[in-house]
């Protein structure tokens, strides 16, 4: 089972990060250097990002071999539509097709943030993934982490629980509390509609 290599929403388009290009590491490099500060509150990954190589072998490594290749977390490249900027960045991962089940996790720039990109982007890619036979996705937030908490409840994600200290947060120095939302394909929220029928 695989994903497509373009989604196109309305205001944005979603590129796969599928083939390992230099040219698109160093293009997310920039963007994740210009906003380094803003991402690395919540992205513990970012400080690992020091230079275009070190995101070249994260996107041949993580995100294409281990991921792309083997089925288990698609990643994509938000790009305004005909544009050749890019916005961000939206991956659906954690993938089980046995559960049909996957994750979404996001960022975009600092530029990019406040016009309801992301909004379009996580839309997009769970309606793709619904297509593709997934049945629900989960969005894990730190509880503290408001801009993502909006954008799950925006997308129709539902608060299914905390996971009170269940993670050190380096940035913040302490246990962070992860917030569980989920929000299940159309075919599922049907059958469930039916089972809780009276
Ligand atoms: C999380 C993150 C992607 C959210 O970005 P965002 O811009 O707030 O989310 P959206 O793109 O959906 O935009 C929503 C904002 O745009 C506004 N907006 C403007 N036009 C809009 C439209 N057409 N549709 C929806 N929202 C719109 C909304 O009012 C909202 O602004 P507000 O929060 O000030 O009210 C961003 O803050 C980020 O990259 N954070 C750092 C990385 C991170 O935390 N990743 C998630 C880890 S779980």
């Given amino acids: 089972m695989t994903l497509p290599n373009i989604i196109e929403a309305k205001r944005i388009t979603l590129y796969a990060l599928q083939k390992p290009?230099?040219?698109?590491?160093?293009?997310?490099?920039?963007?994740?250097?210009?906003?380094?500060?803003?991402?690395?509150?919540w992205l513990p990954w970012v400080d690992t990002i020091q230079c275009a190589e070190d995101e070249y072998s994260r996107y041949l490594i993580e995100l294409c071999q281990t991921r792309w290749n083997a089925g288990i977390g698609f990643a994509y490249a938000i790009f305004l539509r005909n544009a050749v900027q890019i916005l961000g960045c939206i991956e659906i991962?954690?993938?089980?097709?046995?559960d049909k089940s996957g994750e979404i996790g996001y960022w975009?720039?600092?530029?990019?943030?406040?016009?309801?990109?992301?909004?379009?982007?996580?839309?997009?890619?769970?309606?793709?993934?619904?297509?593709?036979?997934?049945?629900?996705?989960?969005?894990k937030t730190d509880k503290k982490n408001l801009r993502s908490c909006h954008v799950a409840e925006r997308c129709g994600y539902v608060l299914e629980e905390i996971i009170h200290n269940d993670t050190w947060d380096k940035f913040h120095q302490c246990f962070r509390d992860t917030a569980i939302w989920r929000k299940y394909s159309p075919t599922r929220r049907n059958s469930l509609h039916l089972l809780l029928a009276p």
Avoid: C, P, Q
């Fill in 93 to 98: 991962f954690n993938i089980s097709w046995n």
């Fill in 21 to 41: 290009s230099f040219d698109m590491s160093e293009k997310l490099f920039h963007e994740i250097n210009s906003s380094r500060e803003r991402l690395k509150e």
């Fill in 108 to 139: 975009l720039s600092n530029t990019a943030e406040g016009y309801g990109y992301m909004t379009e982007a996580v839309n997009a890619l769970d309606t793709t993934a619904f297509s593709a036979e997934l049945e629900s996705v989960v969005i």
